[in-house]
């Protein structure tokens, strides 16, 4: 999908156009990433909402050159104009100070037998040369800044000390320390408790606005993407099959599986007897059928054309769907989404 | 083979129940009763103590106090004998959360299965096979997949083996702590339709140990809402959810995202006493 970026205007800070990435499994090489195109403006919150195997982790390490040995990488990544996939030395370390990654588990990324103050500030004092008293006193300035109001105490405690919900906000003011231009988040949120995610939510919110940081942030949560994000790809097998506005994601969804998401999901508002589960099971990249659409083996909207060939990225009301059915479609599935096609049995309206 | 109780008796009870771990009180006076074919569900958060009571009820944590009655039996002690232990499996089963630790890995779908209907049953083998074939008929797996190990089935295809597998010992209750949790959003609703679809054609009841209020309202008639071991609020699940009235179940409430929904932002917070 070639071209396909100047449907967002303006100068980007990222931009991926037509990434594939294949992995080595067992002697042969599978593809977990097929044309990954999209592009991320400065201050810019984009959501990447996919199951497992949709990529959207995978897109994520692309980005920040963590991808395993042995990946083959095609297409173009660019961050503030310049080839990411060629830095090296100084540039791949001045890089990965600009792009922070945080991730889905704390307790898993953050050095147990180590204080917290040695912890945030590593790479300042180690990469940067930044003296130790002031390194801490940034440290406990960002601390105050995701809501940790006694910084200085928490800098002399360990990690066990420190519940997830402040682990999390401690990595969060980690990634911060190296003044970022983009926040990869890979599932922040997933591994806490429902009202702690609301605090951790506001909070990167609030310091996206404040620090005009671009995040991309990747959940399998529809609605999570949604309160926080500007605009939402969604992922399957590897492709991006939608880019929406976060708002017009539930109302206009343009493509069936974004669709079929959010109707799988329970409501919390309303009681329905049973869900419209998407049949079969999510597929990789290298599962799905490469000659034809990647969804239609589960699309409740297939027909003969869906199997012809592999639809491309579109535009379509403001937004982008690889569905070769999407005008047809146009403004009715969100009538699937609420119910209205009667399921197996008996369902509320 | 199944035992049952007075009629107009739940198949669970629990009384004052209390668990603590040296000074810290995990459970604090929590009653509630389940009733024959309802569905309850217990919501918190982590350190709720939702998961102790749980633990309590299988036989995996001891009270410190209080009584756990399932089908009339009382079941807050150890169980005294194998046949004491094996009656309590046929009361109250149990579906875990991880279906990828909660399986024996070198022992495949039927075999797994089968070896609850020898132990709880006794039937002969050819009765074992048909009951094999009903019980993954009803979770939905094919004939490929009851051969084979976990390891060559997926996330969703495991869960529905451990769900087979807790109604082969033919419950009265069913405890799903955090079952679906770890699902894939698609695969998640096709095992809540399974678990809606397993409520309606059997008489096993549901007991819901969940921190997800949507999977809940999906799942459950009934709730109560833990907070720091302590019940703060029960109702009728659609009640406690639409008109939450304890502060902490209304903030709770307000904290699921939903289409339209935005975090509050950190001013609110604060002020919220967090």
């Known amino acids: ?349 | 083979m199944i035992s049952v109780g007075p009629s107009n008796e739940p198949v669970l009870e629990v009384t004052a129940l209390r668990k603590e771990f040296g000074t810290q009180v995990a459970v604090d006076d929590v009653t509630f009763s389940l009733p024959a074919g309802g569905s309850l569900a217990i919501v918190g958060e982590s350190g709720s103590g939702k998961t102790t009571v749980a633990k309590m009820i299988v036989g995996l944590e001891r009270p410190t106090a209080g009584t756990i009655r399932a089908c009339g039996q009382d079941r807050s002690t150890p169980a005294r004998s194998l046949r004491d232990r094996r009656r309590r499996g046929r009361e109250v089963q149990i579906v875990f959360q991880d279906p990828y630790t909660s399986l024996d890995p070198r022992q495949t779908v039927e075999a797994t299965i089968d070896e609850v209907l020898r132990l709880h049953h006794g039937w002969p083998a050819d009765r074992r096979q048909q009951r094999v074939r009903d019980l993954t008929q009803l979770v939905g797996l094919d004939a490929r997949q009851v051969r084979a190990l976990p390891r060559s089935l997926s996330g969703g295809q495991r869960q529905r083996v451990a769900i087979a597998r807790a109604l082969a010992a033919e419950p009265r209750v069913l405890i799903l702590d955090e079952s679906v949790a770890a699902l894939d959003v698609s695969i998640q609703a096709q095992v809540l339709n399974l678990l809606a679809d397993i409520h309606d054609e059997t008489q096993v009841s549901y007991l819901c140990i969940s921190h997800d209020l949507a999977v809940v309202r999906q799942l459950t008639q009934e709730t109560v809402v833990m907070w720091r071991g302590k019940i703060v609020e029960r109702g009728p699940t659609a009640q406690v959810l639409d008109d939450p009235r304890d502060e902490y179940t209304r903030r709770l409430r307000a904290s699921v995202p939903h289409p339209g929904w935005k975090p509050p932002h950190r001013a609110q917070l604060t002020g919220a006493g967090a």
């Open chain 1, 1 to 349: 999908m070639t071209g396909e970026p100047q449907a967002f205007g303006g100068a980007a800070l990222l931009e991926l156009d037509g990434v594939t990435v294949q992995l080595p499994v067992e002697g042969s090489m599978r593809a977990v990433l097929q044309d990954v195109s999209f592009a991320i403006r400065p201050g810019e919150a984009i959501g990447l909402v996919g199951e497992s195997g949709s990529g959207k982790s995978m897109t994520a390490r692309a980005i920040d050159r963590l991808l395993p040995p042995g990946a083959a990488v095609t297409g173009r990544i660019r961050f503030g104009g310049r080839d990411v996939m060629t830095l090296a030395g100084a540039d791949l370390k001045r890089f990965r100070g600009e792009v922070a990654m945080i991730f889905q588990d704390p307790r898993a990324h953050i050095n147990p037998v180590r204080r917290i103050g040695d912890y945030m500030t590593e790479a300042l004092r180690t990469n940067a040369g930044v003296p130790v008293n002031e390194a801490s006193s940034r440290a406990v300035a960002l601390l105050k800044s995701v809501g940790i109001e006694d910084g200085e105490r928490r800098l002399r405690q360990y990690p066990h000390e420190l519940s997830g919900g402040l682990l999390q906000r401690v990595m969060i003011a980690t990634a911060l320390l190296t003044k970022p231009r983009l926040l990869l988040a890979d599932e922040p949120t997933t591994a806490l408790d429902v009202t702690t995610q609301a605090e951790v939510l506001a909070i990167l919110d609030d310091l996206r606005t404040d620090l005009h940081l671009a995040m991309l942030f990747i959940t399998h949560n529809l609605e999570v993407a949604a309160a926080i994000c500007d605009r939402t790809i969604v992922m399957y097998a590897g492709q991006v099959v939608e880019l929406r506005s976060s708002n017009l994601l539930h109302s206009d969804p343009l493509h069936p599986y974004t669709a079929a998401l959010a109707a799988a999901r329970p409501s919390v508002d309303k009681t329905t007897h049973r869900l419209l589960a998407i049949r079969g099971r999510p597929q990789s990249a290298f599962e799905a059928p490469a000659d034809e659409c990647s969804f239609a083996p589960r699309c409740p909207h297939v027909q003969e054309i869906c199997k012809k060939a592999r639809p491309a990225l579109v535009a379509l009301d403001g937004g982008l769907t690889r569905c070769v059915r999407a005008e047809e479609l146009r403004g009715r599935l969100e009538v699937v989404a609420h119910g209205s096609i009667p399921p197996k049995s008996e369902a509320s309206p």
